[in-house]
């Protein structure tokens, strides 16, 4: 099995994807690869060969081979001597015994420098100094391959190279292990659950806290309340614009006043892929904004929409870009 999940990563690395997809067919199984936002086919494996990947990724991600009928999301490192990639593996069962895995491989861009993901520096220079603050929530928002996670990381990776502060971080599962910060793993077979976590970690004297993602209302609503009290607190949010992001924490049942007093800035960003490369753009909100938004005034912010527009008329995306990008982040 290394040997045929091998190819498949040698396939989808000289692809530059970001995901590997295990589905079954009628009477095969097919391997699918993400690359630039679009997927296409990389080949096909017998019946057999495609149940022996499934329980050979399980097991190697440390995930429970005999569980068929719940979801499972893990992280391993695969190296055949030729290659070394980390992954998070994620199961879906769709049918009595049957399962469907997606692999995301972490970290593709790692040899790019942090100024090098965005279209000019003085876009990732922005995020840099947020890192230098003391307090405040910072949210990383957009939808599930925009790069978030990556960005985050490197911003951490910023404040790691000063040495100066305790991080500490929950995730489920640990993405990207890294040296000078404390990672937590959620383990819910342990009880070790997000809430308890969070109460734990703020008992050990952190400077910033790295949270995940936020799921429901009860860890947004704790968030808030440690970033107030002196922590520098980074988490993703899935939401469609940084508007909606406020509205969206609203919908929680948040407190106006404590959002303008904790939320310091929100980000909503997407991965372009265009002839000339693949960047991050972002739309965001600095605390004027969302205390404008919040008690009801007029907001102005530099949308995606008009960025775009921005790109194009500088030369940096063609009219095709423009439309097939407009289309998308509708």
Known sequence: MKTILSEIFKGAM???????????????GLVRVR???????LCEVTMEEY????????????????????????????DDGEITVGVRVSTLPISLMN????????NPVEDRK???????????????????????????????GSGKTTLMYRLLGDIISENRRQIISIEDPVEYEMDGIVQVEINEKASMDYSPLLKGVLRCDPDVIMFGEIRDAKIASELLRASLSGHLVLSTFHSKSAVSTLSRLKDYGLYTEEMIQSISLIINQRLIHTQRG?????????SDHIINYLSGKKTEIFTLSEQLDALWKGGSISDTELKTFKSRFK
């Open 14 to 28: 000289r692809q530059n994807a970001t995901d590997i997809h295990l589905t079954l067919e009628s009477s095969t």
């Open 35 to 41: 690359r630039r936002g679009e997927m296409a086919t």
């Open 51 to 78: 149940r022996k990947l499934i329980n050979y990724l399980k097991f190697t991600a440390e995930l429970d081979i005999n569980e068929h009928k719940v979801p499972q999301s893990g992280r391993t490192v695969f």
């Open 99 to 106: 399962e469907i895995i997606v692999i995301r491989i972490l």
């Open 114 to 144: 942090s100024a090098g993901l965005f279209h000019t520096r003085k876009e990732y220079e922005f995020l840099k100094e947020y890192m230098t603050r003391m307090q405040g929530l910072v949210l990383f928002t957009g939808p599930t």
């Open 278 to 286: 693949s960047y991050i753009i972002y739309e965001y909100m600095e």
